[in-house]
């Protein structure tokens, strides 16, 4: 199970850090993520981390946004800088654990990011 929190309201310009606590011990070869979605638009991917330290971002994130992990805790952060409105949708954490003959993904239930005056 994975939870997420810190989503909320931010002005234009403002911060937030969101968190994703995975209630099990992860182990083996895994990524985890940020995805979001906005209202009338698909799931889209927004960072993610693997197990092994590497890192990627969409382009419209690059920069104003950084994925970390704190492997002990089980715990992803997306700290999220120089918010726009178009950032503005439900954010959601996942998990693909590799295994040998297959992967498998877990999702958190989303937390809402609205960036607004």
């Known amino acids: 199970q994975l939870v997420e929190s810190g989503g909320g309201l931010v002005q234009p310009g403002g911060s937030l850090r969101l968190s994703c606590v995975a209630s099990?011990?992860?182990?083996?070869?895994?990524?985890m993520g940020w995805y979001r979605q906005a209202p009338g638009k698909q799931r889209e991917l927004v960072a993610t981390?693997?197990?092994?330290?590497?890192?990627y971002y969409a382009d419209s994130v690059k920069g104003r946004f950084t994925i970390s992990r704190d492997n002990a805790k089980n715990t992803v952060y997306l700290q999220m800088n120089s918010l726009k409105p178009d950032d503005t949708a439900v954010y959601y954490c996942?998990?693909?654990?590799?295994?040998?003959?297959?992967?498998?993904?877990?999702w958190g239930q989303g937390t809402q990011v609205t960036v607004s005056s």
């Open positions: 996942k998990i693909r654990i590799y295994m040998a003959t297959a992967e498998y993904d877990y």
């Open positions: 099990r011990v992860i182990f083996g070869i895994n990524v």
């Open positions: 981390a693997t197990s092994g330290g590497s890192t």
